[in-house]
């Protein structure tokens, strides 16, 4: 999840959501650690302005294990 700061009013209703502590104040918006979000949605459905978005970033690292073969079952007879 990434917040778009131009929408977020700084009310801080998601902080206390987030599961993985993932979201802090920067200059009194939100923002979300990239790395410790799991995008369990949580936050998004928390925020009345909707000013938290997904960006589906879990699709896209399934499709990257999947093509690179990790655990050489490719390579087997
Ligand atoms: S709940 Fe929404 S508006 Fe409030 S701080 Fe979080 S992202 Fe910003
Ligand atoms: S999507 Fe879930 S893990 Fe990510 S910031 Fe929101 S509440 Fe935290």
Same mark, same amino acid.
């Given at each position: 999840?990434?917040?778009?700061?131009?929408? @977020?009013?700084? @009310?801080?209703?998601?902080?206390?959501?987030?599961?993985?502590?993932?979201?802090?104040?920067?200059?009194?918006?939100?923002?979300?650690?990239?790395?410790?979000?799991?995008?369990?949605?949580?936050?998004?459905?928390?925020?009345?302005?909707?000013?938290?978005?997904?960006?589906?970033?879990?699709?896209?690292? $399934?499709?990257?294990? $999947?093509?690179?073969?990790?655990?050489?079952?490719?390579?087997?007879?």
């Amino acid at each position: 999840m990434k917040v778009d700061r131009e929408l @977020c009013v700084g @009310c801080g209703a998601c902080l206390n959501l987030c599961p993985r502590l993932a979201i802090r104040f920067i200059d009194d918006k939100s923002f979300i650690d990239q790395v410790s979000c799991i995008e369990c949605g949580t936050c998004r459905a928390g925020c009345g302005v909707d000013a938290i978005l997904c960006d589906c970033r879990f699709p896209e690292i $399934l499709l990257l294990n $999947l093509t690179s073969d990790t655990y050489g079952k490719g390579e087997r007879s």
